[in-house]
């Protein structure tokens, strides 16, 4: 396999694992309550957002030729480490906000 084809494996991954947060994040905005879920709902468009940046790179990388690949490839790693670090960033915070509006919700019923 070439150093393309497993850079490109490798973010294919990476792509896989946020499509899978951004399920569990919107199953967890669909049980939130009527008011709450507008704010939910922007944190995740923020996230497809993110994700929808991450795969057009994807694209884009997997149809440069091989002969400009390298050149690329360094351009590719920092756009992709930025969006890593952007994309885990706002899923801590979707995920510290979730908890404080749960919290918020108990103590209603404390």
Do not use: H, Y
């Not at 008011?35 to 497809?48: C, F, G, V, Y």
């Not at 490839?73 to 509006?101: H, P, R």
Request: charged letters at 30%.
């Amino acid at each position: 396999m070439s150093s393309k084809e497993e850079f490109l494996a490798k973010l294919q991954t990476q792509l896989d694992s946020w499509q899978t947060e951004i399920s569990e994040l919107e199953a967890k905005a669909n049980d939130a309550l009527d008011d709450l879920k507008p704010e939910i709902d922007a944190q995740l468009a923020n996230l497809r957002t993110k994700f929808s940046e991450g795969e057009g790179k994807l694209n884009e990388l997997a149809d440069v030729a091989e002969d400009a690949w390298e050149e690329l490839k360094v351009d590719a790693e920092a756009t992709f480490g930025k969006l890593i670090g952007e994309f885990q960033e706002d899923v801590q915070q979707a995920v510290s906000g979730a908890q404080g509006i749960f919290a918020k919700i108990k103590s209603f019923f404390s």
